[in-house]
Structures are given as C-alpha cells and as structure tokens.
C-alpha cells in the first residue's frame, strides 16, 4: 500500500512511519519535507492531495494546542486549538478521499483529553472531541468503502515534558501507539476510536 504520514517528525508519526515502512510504500510527510504540507492552509491541502497521487491510506498525527489553566484560556486558544489540530485533520481527512483508492483509510489523531480531564487540558478537550466526533459522524457517508478512524493516546513516554501534568496517568511507549494505527490501516473497522 502507498501511505502519506502527516506529521512524520513527531514522536507519534516517526513511530507510525517505523511500523509500516517495511511493509508498505510511506511517504513522510513533515511541513518541511517534500512533499511537504503546513495543513493548517486549506489551500495547501488540496494542493498537497491533486499532486501526490493515488494513495491507500492517510494518518494524520498532528496538532498544536494550548495548555493553560481555565480561567488563562482564551477564545483565540480556543479557536488555535480547534483550528490547529481539530480542523487541519478534518480538512485533511475531507480532501484525502479524493486521492484515496476505493477500501481506503483515514487515520486522525486525538487524545485521552477527549474522554479525561487534567488541569490546563481544556482547550486539548476541546479539540481531540471535535476529532472524535467527525470520525464518527464521517464514517456513515464516506464513499467507495473508504473508512475513518480515530487513534486516541494517552501521554507518552518519550513526551516526558508533559508527565508532571498527567498525575496518575500510565505514560505509553509511542511504538505502542503506532499498533493502533497500523489496525486502523490493515484492519477492517470504521468510525472507531482506538484509545491507547
């Protein structure tokens, strides 16, 4: 299979690019690679999607947001929030079916703040279930037996700048996160959240 990794250079997207490498054709895709792709340009979307080619899959593992306490927040990090990592995939994710073969996949990215809370998380809340909720909503009207799914982790491992801020959370080895997107991609499920 042909797969572009958006986001190839982040600890979630060079793993998922590791996992499927010596299987699969992959295109690591970062903002400074070529191809490459600032996805949170709409224009540079669709561009990046009429020239890449036909493809079988798509990971989408990116996406900035900010954490601050509640009362810190902004509606402007609210909307850089939504806009940076909810709306860039979903944008990716409506453009890919187009280069997408029929029985392909869509893989986005959200988080364990979609289902959990930690102090400063709002904004990440905010986000990863706006993912959550297109991933659902999307897989009863993609086209062509394309499927969408969603990979939800928890902190990571290597993110050992984030740990302080998840007391009691289980801290998870990116490679292990890459598995889920692996069975998004080689599996046969749709509208799921794979919560690692």
């Given amino acids: 299979m042909k797969i572009a990794v958006l986001g190839a250079s982040g600890h979630i997207g060079s793993s998922v690019v590791d996992a499927l490498r010596d299987r699969h054709e992959v295109v690591a895709v970062t903002r400074s690679s070529a191809p490459g792709l600032d996805a949170t340009d709409a224009a540079a979307v669709t561009a990046f999607f009429e020239s890449i080619g036909e493809l079988d899959a798509v990971v989408a593992a990116f996406g900035s947001v900010a954490f601050k306490p509640l009362a810190e927040l902004t509606a402007d990090d609210y909307r850089d929030a939504l806009a940076n990592k909810a709306l860039a995939q979903i944008s990716v994710a409506q453009e890919a ?4 073969r029929d029985g392909g996949s ?18 990440a809340s905010a986000a990863n279930g706006a993912i959550e909720s297109y991933v659902i909503g999307a897989a009863a009207e993609l086209p062509r ?12 491992l290597e993110a050992t700048g984030y740990h302080s801020a998840f007391p009691g959370f289980k ?3 990116a490679a292990d996160v890459a598995l889920a997107y692996v069975k998004s991609i080689e599996g046969v499920q749709t509208g799921r959240i794979f919560a690692v």
């Fill in 97 to 100: 079916v187009r280069a997408l």
């Fill in 106 to 123: 869509i893989t986005l990215t959200s988080g364990i703040l979609a289902r959990e809370a930690i102090a400063t998380g709002a904004a």
């Fill in 145 to 156: 037996g394309i499927r969408i799914n969603a990979v939800s982790p928890t902190v990571l």
């Fill in 171 to 173: 801290p998870v080895p």
